[in-house]
């Protein structure tokens, strides 16, 4: 197959374009001097199947290529381009390649395991994997009495813990499946605990407290002390422990470096004070993860730092907030004097803004996952198609295309996580993609329960507690609950500005 609407565009310090040889699946050779030029490679091309060769990561630093017939990742060096073999692999999206040769490049870089073909499009299961799926769908069946195909229940959203049943995956080992050994962890691959909660999400089981799991810990692993880790991951690992995050405060919300929350420090402690708002959870944790400004000299980014503070403490005080759904799922907490050690901060004094932002990734690919809807729009499908009082839905054109349009969107999420999952798991930078899953995900959340509550018509006004509520009233309150996440873990405005600027490469404003 011939790379017809593959082509070079080479252009110098002045911005003038010169025409190179485009790669005919032989290779590029004989491009100008490396300190000269930008070079552009653009790959339009639909799939091929032949095993053969496949551009699999480029940054401005190197081009690396992956050889399906070696099975290895190999890495362009001087001034030649990767070659690619007759047969290739290409996306069937648009991937753009650039390389700034007036850097140096990094000939000890190498692509990981997975290429970036794999992570884009390469969605099936090990047989490793595939015995974990099945071992933890059994398990589940028979804890929770579901299967797949239930019909939905009202449950909490995936940053409120469920300490009971995170006990229980503790003991499995499922809390902790990548974390290292010597923490209490698996030490396994990143793809597997994401099975797990795929399977947990599929049951209809709650999130399994998401918020330390999934930000705290990972934050611990990077940038806590050697006392701090082995004081907190194992009890983590094992569901005995959780922490409610205090970020956002009355006037900090999508910009959390605004935030005004005062760590002073004195002699081994740090004095706080200040408010957070919409705490979830915080009435039932023991630690809360903090972000408290220690500094005004430096940029507003520059002077934050982490603690870890025990929700005991002196000072602290919990104030229920009252959501939607009547829940008291949030908080108000208020720090008046409450006394840290130092040895309870995360990381370095004023560089809490490099810790905090580690973990965003990993929240919106988490917290917020497709799979939690899949009961309630299987649900909604047969209702469509069983007659309520002489009447079928599916009869409705209108009512088909929106289902059938939800399916579309169900599996197009699915596959999105899992590009991101393969991503992270490669060690690739994947932020960008944690966007788009977060923002995908949370706004067909949305579309999903709207339509749930016009195709149960009148019904949908009736919640849990009603002994004539369809499903226990899990559509109107999944409909009130789905409101906020496009508010929590950043808005759907800071998601799409994440996709622009890091994803696309986009100018600011």
């Given at each position: ?201 599929l049951h209809g089981g709650p999130a399994s407290d998401a918020i330390a799991r999934v930000i705290v810990a990972p934050i611990l692993q990077a940038a806590g002390s050697e006392e701090q880790k082995r004081r907190y991951l194992p009890r983590l690992a094992r569901g005995q422990i959780t922490f409610c995050l205090g970020y956002t405060e009355p006037e900090s919300g999508s910009d959390l470096a605004s935030l005004q929350t005062r760590a002073v420090r004195e002699g081994d402690d740090y004095v706080i004070n200040g408010r957070k708002v919409f705490t979830s959870g915080a009435d039932s944790s023991e630690y809360c993860w903090l972000a408290a400004r220690t500094s005004d000299e430096n940029p507003k980014h520059a002077g934050i730092s982490v603690f870890i503070v025990p929700m005991d403490s002196p000072g602290v005080e919990v104030r229920p907030l009252v ?187």
């Amino acid at each position: 197959m011939k790379a017809r609407s593959a082509h070079l565009v080479a252009l110098d310090e002045g911005g003038r374009e010169a025409e190179l040889p485009g790669p005919d699946c032989g290779g590029v050779s004989a491009c100008p001097a490396a300190d000269d030029y930008e070079i552009e490679l653009v790959h339009t091309l639909p799939f091929a199947f032949t095993p053969a060769a496949v551009v699999c990561a480029a940054t401005e630093m190197h081009i690396t290529y992956f050889d399906y017939q070696a099975q290895s990742c190999k890495l362009s060096t001087g001034t030649r381009l990767a070659a690619l073999s007759p047969g290739c692999h290409f996306l069937p999206v648009p991937l753009i390649l650039r390389y700034r040769s007036n850097e140096r490049i990094n000939t000890r870089s190498s692509c990981s395991s997975s290429a970036l073909y794999n992570l884009l499009v390469n969605f099936h299961f090990t047989a490793a994997e595939e015995d974990l799926r099945r071992e933890a769908c059994d398990w589940l069946t028979r804890e929770l009495g579901t299967t797949h195909d239930s019909n939905p229940a009202p449950m909490p959203p995936g940053y409120m813990p469920a300490r009971d049943f995170e006990l229980k995956l503790g003991a499995k080992g499922w809390l902790a499946l990548t974390w290292p050994k010597e923490y209490g962890g698996g030490g396994r691959p990143v793809s597997e605990q994401f099975i797990v909660e795929e399977e947990v999400a599929l049951h209809g089981g709650p999130a399994s407290d998401a918020i330390a799991r999934v930000i705290v810990a990972p934050i611990l692993q990077a940038a806590g002390s050697e006392e701090q880790k082995r004081r907190y991951l194992p009890r983590l690992a094992r569901g005995q422990i959780t922490f409610c995050l205090g970020y956002t405060e009355p006037e900090s919300g999508s910009d959390l470096a605004s935030l005004q929350t005062r760590a002073v420090r004195e002699g081994d402690d740090y004095v706080i004070n200040g408010r957070k708002v919409f705490t979830s959870g915080a009435d039932s944790s023991e630690y809360c993860w903090l972000a408290a400004r220690t500094s005004d000299e430096n940029p507003k980014h520059a002077g934050i730092s982490v603690f870890i503070v025990p929700m005991d403490s002196p000072g602290v005080e919990v104030r229920p907030l009252v959501n939607l759904l009547n829940e008291r799922w949030f908080n108000e907490v208020i720090f008046e004097d409450v006394r840290v050690p130092v040895a309870e901060r995360v990381g370095r004094e004023n560089e809490g803004w490099q810790v905090l932002t580690s973990a965003l990734g990993v929240e919106r690919i988490t917290i917020y996952r497709a799979f939690v809807h899949h009961r309630a729009l299987a649900a909604l499908i047969r209702y469509a198609r069983s007659a309520q009082n002489g009447r079928r839905r599916w009869e409705e054109a209108p009512v088909r295309q929106r289902l059938a349009q939800l399916t579309t969107d169900f599996e197009i999420a699915r596959l999105l996580l899992w590009r991101t999952i393969r991503m992270h798991e490669a060690g690739v930078e994947y932020r960008a993609q944690a966007a788009m899953v977060k923002l995908f995900n949370t706004e067909f959340a949305q579309r999903l329960y709207q339509t749930g509550i016009d195709v149960l018509g009148l019904s949908a006004q009736l919640v849990d507690g009603s002994p004539l509520a369809t499903w226990q009233g899990a559509i109107p309150h999944a409909y009130l609950s789905a409101v906020q996440d496009t508010i929590g873990a950043g808005t759907s405005e800071v998601q799409r500005e994440i996709i622009a600027l890091r994803g696309l490469g986009l100018p600011r404003g």
